[in-house]
């Protein structure tokens, strides 16, 4: 047998002349004297990749790596994909076109495109559903999540399964595949998704339905391409599917998901010195109560660091503490978790007076002003997470911080290299998108939203019912209009904005009116509309209680 090692990470992106190479080494291979079999396998830490949005929509230049997976898939001897790490997008399109395929039992599969606004272009659509049949196939390729290969639906993609030693697993089966004289199988060819028509079509059917409610056009195509699969022959599903991603390519929704993938990533160059290490943080003092300590306290939970939630006030964390707790219960009962790990999650919290919650922390986030002169261990970072002026190192998190996955990370007069690798690795674990700004007053999320807000009064200046100035904006994609956010953070903060001479600012109306009072302890609003105002006051404003449910309008 002849084996193919690609290169090791970053190396391992499958750009065009990585391809080029590969392509010419595989000929090369099968030209070789005496060798009956190939194997593709990849080098360090993970197989081939493609996932960067520029990469993605240049894999078609030539030779593109759909030619690739065709030459490999036609090839007269058998070819084994060895795979291990995380085998995404194009690098998994890359095995599929293998005729047999062995994993590590830590592989990870998935085809994250569809968060681009794409769909698979090199034969997923159409060898997939061959493998594991549409549901199989609609799950992974609509939800762009990583799968365990030793799990299903993942585990029908490959023949054989390693605990370990993989390349000597992979050896084993290519001699056992010789013995019993069996040669390439083309995925083209398998029908074992297929077994089940009428309930292929079901599930097409389903998922049909569920994606014509959305505004994305790539899920739309996915389905598509996928009914194509059981319909059309193999070839004619390929272009099918290559007209599909070039459909989706040019809409202005896969351009502006592919910018901010790209603004996403310039964002996490922080311009730290070379060889700056970021810390491991495992446990994180809260100081301060009401809803933004509240906030973070939950995410950090929820994302596997223990807590000290310190205040001054006692009564804060006798309110605050059964807030957290609703917010597991809340999200136990939409099944985003099971009990045993809220019940895990929440273990991590331990809650005191301010002084006593510093000692054993790894970094130090002020949630409320007036906790800056807490004595904590000189090395510790700290963070100014509330409102005010930054000299240090600033946070300033998106609302709802559970929910939202934007951090900003200010840059103080006084901010060293060592806090802003601290602020890095929180926002990495909390799996936020954090990005360095400078500023001494309001954050830039907060301009934003206070520019969205004026426009969303001016369109109620000019009549407009607020419910449909929200439905709109949902429907655009914006998954907490303008009137619903209100509802989230309360109306007295919104109420001091200026506004321009002859416009007019509800919530300070509102508030005027005696409805939207401030939250108190950082309570949910029920979602439940209250009455109407006499003289055109909007009906957006919800009740309070304390526990109250999440939103779902």
Excluded at 205 to 226: F, M, Y
Excluded at 230 to 248: I, K, S, V
Excluded at 375 to 396: I, M
Aim: charged share 20%; proline share 7%; net charge positive.
């Amino acid at each position: 047998m002849v084996w193919l090692g690609l290169p090791p990470p970053p190396s391992n992106v499958l750009t065009r002349e990585l391809r080029a190479a590969l392509l010419t080494a595989f000929d090369r291979a099968l030209a070789e004297p005496g060798a009956r079999a190939v194997v593709i396998h990849g080098r360090g830490k993970s197989f081939p990749i493609v996932t960067d949005a520029e990469e993605v929509v240049r894999q078609n230049a030539a030779p593109s790596l759909a030619d690739l997976c065709s030459r490999i898939e036609t090839a007269p001897l058998p070819v084994v994909m060895a795979l291990h790490g995380h085998v995404l997008g194009g690098g998994l399109e890359l095995a599929l076109a293998g005729h047999y395929r062995v994993a590590l039992a830590s592989a990870r599969v998935g085809l994250p495109v569809v968060r681009l606004g794409l769909l698979p272009s090199a034969g997923a659509t159409q060898r997939l559903p061959r493998m594991i049949g549409a549901k199989g196939a609609l799950d992974m390729m609509l939800s762009g999540a990583l799968y365990a290969i030793d799990a299903p639906p993942a585990r029908g993609l490959v023949d054989a399964v390693a605990e370990s030693d993989l390349l000597g697993a992979t050896g084993a089966f290519v001699r056992k595949l010789l013995a019993e004289d069996k040669g390439p199988r083309q995925s083209a060819e398998l029908r074992r998704g297929f077994a089940d028509a009428p309930a292929y079509q079901q599930e097409v059917a389903r998922c049909r339905e569920r994606v014509a409610a959305q505004p994305e056009l790539a899920p739309r195509e996915i389905v598509a391409a996928v009914e194509a699969a059981l319909l059309l022959p193999f070839e004619a599903g390929l272009a099918f599917e290559a007209d599909a991603f070039e459909t989706c390519a040019g809409s202005e929704q896969s351009k502006a998901l592919r910018a901010a993938q790209v603004a996403e990533r310039r964002a996490l160059r922080f311009g730290l010195p070379a060889g700056t290490e970021l810390p491991e943080l495992r446990r994180i003092a809260v100081l301060g109560g009401g809803p933004l300590a509240a906030q973070l306290v939950y995410a950090a939970l929820n994302a596997g660091l223990a807590v000290n939630w310190g205040t001054r006030d006692p009564a804060r964390l006798r309110i605050g503490v059964p807030q957290v707790n609703e917010m597991f219960r809340q999200s136990v009962a939409h099944g985003v978790i099971d009990e045993d790990t809220a019940r895990d999650r929440m273990g991590g919290l331990r809650v005191g007076d301010s002084t006593d919650m510093t000692g054993d922390s790894d970094m130090i986030l002020h949630a409320a002003p007036g906790q800056g002169d807490v004595p904590a261990p000189g090395d510790v970072v700290r963070a100014v997470a509330c409102t005010g002026r930054v000299e240090g190192l600033g946070l300033r998190f998106a609302q709802p911080v559970y929910a939202m996955r934007l951090v900003e990370v200010i840059a103080g007069p006084s901010a060293t290299p060592a806090q802003l690798a601290a602020a890095l690795s929180l926002a990495r674990a909390l799996g936020k998108v954090p990005v360095k700004v400078t500023s001494e007053g309001d954050s830039l999320a907060s301009r934003l939203m206070g520019a969205c807000q004026r426009a969303a009064d001016a369109l109620v200046d000019a009549g407009q019912d607020p419910y449909a100035i929200d439905r709109a904006l949902r429907d655009w994609g914006w998954q907490r209009p303008p009137f619903q956010f209100r509802d989230r953070i309360g109306l007295d903060k919104l109420a001091q904005r200026s506004r321009a001479e002859g416009a007019r600012n509800w919530s300070a109306l509102l508030l005027a009116q005696g409805r939207g009072a401030a939250r108190r302890a950082g309570a949910c609003m029920t979602g439940r509309p209250s009455r109407a105002i006499p003289g055109r006051i909007p009906r957006y404003v919800r009740c309070w209680r304390p526990s109250a449910r999440l939103p779902s309008r």
